[in-house]
C-alpha cells in the first residue's frame, strides 16, 4: 500500500505551479504614494521653486509668440496680425544689431577668460595659506564686493575712474593728463571687465574652496612620497580632484554667455561709449521699453535665446565626450 505525502510550502512562499501574480495600476499608484505620504514636509518644500520657475520662467515664454505677431501697446497680449518673420529679417539686415552683436562677443569672451579662471587661482592660493587668521582676512575682503549692490558697484567705479577721481589725481602726480575713462570707448571693456573681476572672483572661490576639501589627504601623501613638489601636487592631485566642480560652473558660464551683466553695462556706458559698450540686452531695453518695438525686441531676444541654448548644449557634449562629466 503506498501513501503519497505532499509537502507543505514554507510560510511566505509561492507555489511554482502557482502563475506569477500580475501586476496591477493600483499597487504601483500605492507605491508611488507612499513616499509622498511618507516625506510629504520634505516635498513642500519644492512648491514655491516650482510656482517661482512656472510664474516667472516659464509662462513668460507664451509672449515670445509676438516675435511673429505685430504687437500694438493697449491691443491683444499676444499680438494682432501674423507677419511671419518679419522682424527676424529686419534685426539680421540691421546693422547696429550686428555692431552690438560683435561687442556682446567681445564682452562676453572677455568675461569667461579672465572672471572663470581667477576663481580657482584664488582658491588655490587660499588652499596653502596656512595661518587662519590670514586666510580668513582675505576670504572676508575677497567676498565684501560681492555683497554689494551693482548700484553702488557702479557708482564706485564710476567715482575712482571720473576726471577728478583718485586715479587722474594717481596719473597727475607723474605729470600725466587726465584721461576721460568714463567717455573713452576704448576704455569700456577694461572697465567693466575689471570691475566684474573685483566683484565676483572672492565670491567665486566659495564653489573650489568646498571641492578642496573632498580631496583624500592620502594622494598628497602618495605624491610627497613620489616625490612631487607642491606645484606637482597642485597639478596632479588638486586640479583634478576639482575638475569636475570646474567643468559644470564652465559649462553654466557658456550658457549665460549672450547674457552680459545687462544692470551694470546700463549704470556704465554712455552714448559716447556706444561703439563698445553697447550689447544685445541693452539694445533690447532701447528697443523695446524706450522705443515701444516690444516685437522686434522679441526676436532679438528669442534669437538670443537660441544661441545660448545651442552654446550649453554643445559645451555639455563636448564636455561629456572629452572629460565624462557633464551636467546631464
Not at 268 to 285: E, F
Request: charged share 15%.
Amino acid at each position: 500500500m503506498s501513501t503519497s505525502t505532499t509537502s507543505a510550502s514554507p510560510p511566505g512562499t509561492r507555489d511554482p505551479s502557482e502563475p506569477p501574480p500580475r501586476p496591477g495600476r493600483p499597487t504601483a499608484r500605492r507605491g508611488r504614494r507612499r513616499p509622498l505620504r511618507r516625506d510629504w514636509q520634505l516635498y513642500s518644500l519644492a512648491v514655491l521653486p516650482l510656482l517661482f520657475f512656472l510664474v516667472f520662467r516659464y509662462l513668460p515664454m507664451i509672449g515670445n509668440v509676438i516675435a511673429f505677431r505685430r504687437f500694438e501697446p493697449g491691443g491683444s497680449i499676444l499680438g494682432e496680425d501674423w507677419v511671419g518673420l518679419r522682424y527676424v529679417r529686419m534685426f539680421l539686415t540691421d546693422p547696429t544689431f550686428w555692431q552690438v552683436f560683435r561687442n556682446t562677443l567681445w564682452l562676453g569672451t572677455l568675461t569667461l577668460v579672465f572672471c572663470f579662471p581667477i576663481p580657482i587661482v584664488l582658491a588655490l592660493l587660499l588652499n596653502e595659506v596656512r595661518r587662519r587668521s590670514l586666510k580668513r582676512f582675505v576670504q572676508s575682503v575677497s567676498y565684501l564686493p560681492h555683497f554689494l549692490s551693482i548700484v553702488i558697484v557702479a557708482g564706485i567705479t564710476l567715482q575712482i575712474l571720473a576726471t577728478d577721481g583718485p586715479v587722474n589725481h594717481v596719473l597727475g602726480w607723474f605729470g600725466h593728463d587726465p584721461i576721460r575713462f568714463i567717455q573713452e570707448p576704448g576704455w569700456f571693456r577694461t572697465i567693466y571687465v575689471g570691475s566684474e573681476i573685483w566683484q565676483t572672483a572672492g565670491w567665486g572661490t566659495i564653489l573650489y574652496l568646498a571641492a578642496l576639501t573632498t580631496i583624500d589627504e592620502d594622494l598628497y601623501e602618495a605624491a610627497r612620497i613620489d616625490g612631487a613638489n607642491r606645484w606637482q601636487q597642485i597639478w596632479h592631485v588638486t586640479l583634478p580632484g576639482i575638475r569636475p566642480t570646474m567643468i559644470t560652473l564652465l559649462i553654466l558660464n557658456i550658457g549665460t554667455f549672450m547674457a552680459v551683466g545687462f544692470e551694470k553695462i546700463l549704470l556704465l556706458y554712455n552714448a559716447l561709449t556706444y561703439p563698445t559698450a553697447d550689447v544685445v540686452s541693452t539694445y533690447l531695453y532701447r528697443a523695446g521699453v524706450e522705443s515701444n518695438s516690444f516685437s522686434y525686441a522679441a526676436a532679438i531676444g528669442l534669437f538670443e535665446a537660441v544661441i545660448g541654448l545651442v552654446l550649453i548644449t554643445t559645451a555639455n557634449q563636448l564636455s561629456r565626450r572629452t572629460v565624462g562629466t557633464s551636467l546631464w
